[in-house]
């Protein structure tokens, strides 16, 4: 009987037990012929994709608070008694580092799952197989993109051909074997990027949907727009993020704490991960929020540094609360089953002013205009802006979502005394991957 085990020759589970999970068996192995042999398992194997990209792990809360602990300039501290985020708040990574391990392993099974999906796409009734093939070509791109920005140097360090990116499997891994299809030399950061667009620009024509809880062509519109904008592409990032403002039929909660907390999506919300009792994660919830309201007791810490950049009659200034100890906290990720935000249309907005600013165009709205949409509803007059306004008010609305460090990256700013470029603000490859590679895997500068 074959099995299915995830790549990268360690031996992982390739869909573990879950909710979402309709007819796969939860156990260690997954019979080949029961996982990708029908319509229905093959939907099902989707299904354990989308757990697995919402895992804490990746985009259920890990990956943005990564970003926010590399970014954290002296705005937040970390203050918990876990040594692996203290580890990534003070930019000294071990290479066993258990956090960044985990997340480079679920990302690699989440590539697996969906290389499997994309090879199996011929078994799925023709009606839904586009629709299919797009969500796994959208989870696949959207996992490739989180962690190059996290396991590489940033593309704004140029030298994009020779910087190395990640390992690029585009093959289904079975029976933990190690071969050449899997256990492949990294890539360059460039041929990194190469392949996140071509799945995600691949995905954007076949997908389909509505905004909301599953990929939708407006979600591949959105990753694409943070996509383009990582690698200076201002038109690709402008024109992909006007699509979503302009077709989507999304509109700005009038109120800005509307736009988190909830059970169900926002007007606003191009994908959000829905968290229940019985299903999904929501680690900036557990790490940023207090006991109180069900987490632990308030690992990271909003610092009155933070707070000293809002304007006085800022109205996002009333989501921060202050605990029992006079610590601000950030009220995005207060209560415990609430849905996690991923991407907002106030990004886009944010998206398509920076862009049409820098290329002097208009497309969709001018800047000032699009400025003032974020701006107005939360009570604060128009402006004609400049570069420094935008990317301001990029740093309020979006503050504490998992973009801090990929700003400054792409922005070319230091942070905490490092570079935008040092090699303390890149992960490195977890020691056991670069062990059982048998010499095929480079570790990261400085590791």
């Known amino acids: 009987m074959k099995k299915i085990f995830i790549p990268l020759t360690a031996i992982i589970l390739l869909i573990t037990g879950c909710a979402k999970q309709l007819d796969i068996l939860p156990t260690q192995s997954v019979d ?4 990708f042999d029908t319509d229905a398992n093959i939907k099902a194997a989707l299904n354990g994709a989308y757990d697995l990209a919402s895992s804490g792990d990746l985009i259920g809360g890990n990956t943005q608070m990564y970003s926010e602990l590399l970014g954290a300039g002296g705005e ?9 985020p203290d580890e990534i708040y003070n930019k000294s990574i071990l290479t066993n580092n258990s956090f960044v391990r985990n997340t480079y392993l679920s990302g690699y099974r989440l590539i697996n799952v969906c290389n499997n999906i994309i090879a199996s796409i011929d078994k799925v009734n023709a009606s839904d197989r586009d629709a299919v093939k797009g969500q796994a070509l959208f989870l ?7 962690m190059v920005k996290l396991f590489a140097k940033p593309y704004s360090a140029g030298n994009t051909s020779t910087n190395l990116g990640l390992q690029i499997v585009t093959t289904p891994t079975i029976n933990g074997q190690v071969t050449a299809a899997n256990n492949v030399p990294r890539s360059s950061v460039q041929q990194t990027y190469d392949q996140i667009i071509a799945d995600l620009t691949a995905a954007k024509t076949i997908i389909g949907g509505d905004a909301g809880e599953y990929g939708s062509e407006y979600a591949v519109s959105a990753v694409l727009s943070r996509v383009y904008l990582q690698t200076g592409n201002y038109a690709g990032a402008r024109d992909e993020a006007n699509n979503v403002i302009e077709n989507s039929g999304l509109s700005l909660e009038s109120d800005y704490s509307n736009a988190f907390n909830n059970t169900s999506a926002s007007s606003e919300d ?12 929501n680690e900036m919830h557990t790490y940023w929020s207090i006991l109180d309201y069900g987490a632990r007791d308030g690992d990271v810490e909003v610092n009155q540094e933070h707070i000293d950049l809002y304007d006085a009659a800022d109205a996002r200034l009333a989501l921060f609360y202050i605990d029992d100890n006079d610590i601000y906290r950030s009220g995005k990720w207060k209560f415990q089953y609430k849905n996690l935000p991923v991407i907002r249309l106030a990004e886009m907005y944010l998206n398509r002013a920076e862009s049409n600013f820098r290329l002097n165009s208009s497309v969709g709205a001018s800047a000032d205009d699009d400025i003032d949409m974020i ?13 420094l306004d935008i990317l301001n008010e990029r740093r309020l609305e979006l503050a504490h979502e998992g973009q801090r460090i990929h700003d400054i990256k792409r922005l070319r700013l230091a942070v905490d005394g490092f570079d935008y470029d040092a090699n303390e603000l890149v992960f490195p490859i977890p020691l056991r991957e670069i062990n059982a590679s048998a010499g095929v895997l480079v570790q990261n500068d400085g590791y």
């Open 270 to 281: 191009i994908y959000v991960l829905p968290v229940t009792a019985q299903d999904g994660s």
């Open 375 to 387: 701006r107005s509803r939360v009570g604060l007059p128009f402006i004609n802006v400049t570069l």
């Open 32 to 35: 080949e012929s029961l996982v």
């Open 140 to 146: 696949r791109g959207m996992a490739y993109f989180e």
């Open 76 to 84: 937040i501290t970390w203050v918990g008694t876990f040594n692996q």
